[in-house]
């Protein structure tokens, strides 16, 4: 964890996937894919679909956490995608983005 101007950080370094070919449309679809296992997997551990959670919760916490990488590594897969067929300067996006949520409030520098 990196602390700057009071801003805690959780930096991850996911790799570019070499063996695919993505672009936008497959890369989007396959974040909503992913994103809806994740959304899946805390429905059914709450019991919101009706069923008994039949999963420690140790168990549960373990898939979700692989299934946030999941949704991680294809937004970054998208990221790739952006930079290089697109020319996105997602640093500079990532700059941008953390200025939003400091005028939003939702952090406080």
């Known amino acids: 964890m990196e602390i700057d101007n009071g801003i805690r950080y959780k930096s991850i ?16 679809l396959k974040l909503m894919e992913e994103a809806g296992e994740l959304a899946q997997l805390i429905g ?3 019991g919101l ?3 008994k ?3 420690e919760e140790k168990e549960v916490i373990e898939k979700m956490s692989e299934e946030l ?3 991680a590594q294809v937004a970054v897969s998208m ?6 067929a697109y020319n996105v300067d ?3 996006k990532v700059q941008e983005h953390i200025q939003k949520l400091i005028r ?3 952090i406080k520098e």
């Open 90 to 92: 997602i640093e500079q």
């Open 13 to 28: 370094s996911l790799p570019r996937l070499n063996n695919l070919k993505p672009n936008i449309e497959s890369t989007a």
């Open 53 to 55: 959670c039949e999963m």
């Open 44 to 46: 059914k551990y709450r």
């Open 49 to 51: 679909n009706g069923e």
């Open 104 to 106: 939003k409030k939702y």
């Open 69 to 71: 990488l999941d949704v």
């Open 79 to 84: 990221m790739f995608v952006l930079e290089e």
